[in-house]
């Protein structure tokens, strides 16, 4: 047993990058909320990018190290210290024997991902050790850290390189106001015109109500011309769905795989990242583009940031 874990936080899990490949037989993607911060804790350990890492929700765990390894936290700054020492955010610490890492709360941002230098020993499924909690599947048993009980970890089965610096000034910061850029969904058509204006137009709050499956959000409600139940059709992480009360629903990484709600806009990929540092109360507001600008974006997105060690 290499990592002792004295308290497991509200929600940690392990997390990798995800199921790709089997939304087709019903299996959601999951693996991390924000994917991009979970890239950039492997990166800034020299680590492959689908290396598994700890996610954090909303408050972080107590983990005490039996073994040395060397540790960097990304994503929402939830005040990490070590042995009361405060830690700065993406960038790595070596921990000794003993050595304890406390993680407090964070105000802005909702998750943030621990990696090691040493892969997590956890359950595969379907080729990811992400873990999917409501079908209790992959990482730990598929359940969320236990206060009490260890982790293990293992040397790498791939030559670790030298570390690298990153610049710190070209991560995006959290906040509690987000804009998000989106397309209109293949019902976009089925609100009424006035609620067409007022989705831009009109800023919404995450409901506490929210999790890695969806965000529920409040405020204006829209008005469907169409509220007769639709036959199920795909959907995807991004997708924003209405609900029949008139509120909007934005998927997460462990949603379904089909939905019967209109699908009345899709979040650009680009800002994938953003739903899942979504927290209870934030205010969201959404920015039309194109899905040809929506390609620029991710495409631009990928020349800057490229997290291949």
């Known amino acids: 047993m290499d990592i002792k874990v004295v308290s497991s936080g509200l ?23 924000d ?17 598994p890492t700890l996610e954090c929700t909303l408050t972080g765990p107590i983990l ?3 073994k040395p390894l060397t540790i960097v936290v990304t994503g929402a700054d939830m005040t990490p210290k070590i042995n009361d020492i405060n830690l700065k955010m993406n960038t790595l610490y070596t921990v000794k024997v003993n050595d304890v890492l406390s993680m407090g709360n964070c105000s802005t941002g909702c998750r943030s991902y621990v990696a090691f230098s040493e892969d997590i020993v956890s359950d595969s499924f379907l080729g990811s050790k992400s873990t999917y909690l409501p079908a209790k599947l992959g ?10 009980s260890f982790l293990r970890t293992k040397p790498c089965d791939y030559d670790i390189q030298t570390s690298k610096n990153i610049e710190i000034d070209t991560i ?17 058509n089925f609100i ?12 919404f709050i995450v409901s506490n109500d929210s999790s890695r499956m969806g965000s529920k959000l409040e405020g204006r409600r829209i008005e469907l011309l169409n509220d007769e139940h639709m036959i199920s059709a795909p959907v995807n992480i991004g997708t924003i769905q209405c609900s029949k009360n008139g509120m909007p629903i934005i998927l997460g990484c462990d949603a379904q ?28 507001s959404f920015k039309k583009i ?12 990928e020349l800057i940031y490229s997290f291949k060690n």
């Open 11 to 33: 929600q940690t899990t392990v997390q990798d990058m995800g199921r790709n490949g089997w939304r087709h037989m019903g299996v959601p993607t999951s693996g991390a909320a």
């Open 35 to 51: 994917k991009y911060s979970l890239q950039l804790a492997n990166f800034i350990s020299n680590k492959k990018p689908n290396s």
């Open 64 to 66: 005490k190290f039996l």
């Open 139 to 148: 990482g730990l048993a598929g359940l969320s850290l236990q206060s009490g």
């Open 172 to 188: 995006s910061s959290f906040s509690n106001e987000w804009e998000l850029r989106v397309i209109e969904g293949p019902e976009f």
């Open 192 to 203: 009424g015109s006035d609620s067409k204006k007022d989705i831009y137009g009109s800023s």
């Open 257 to 284: 795989t089909l939905g019967g709600y209109p699908r009345i806009l899709q979040i650009a990929e680009i800002d994938f990242p953003f739903i899942g540092q979504l927290r209870p109360y934030d205010k969201i």
């Open 290 to 301: 194109s899905i040809q600008e929506a390609q620029n974006e991710l495409k631009l997105q």
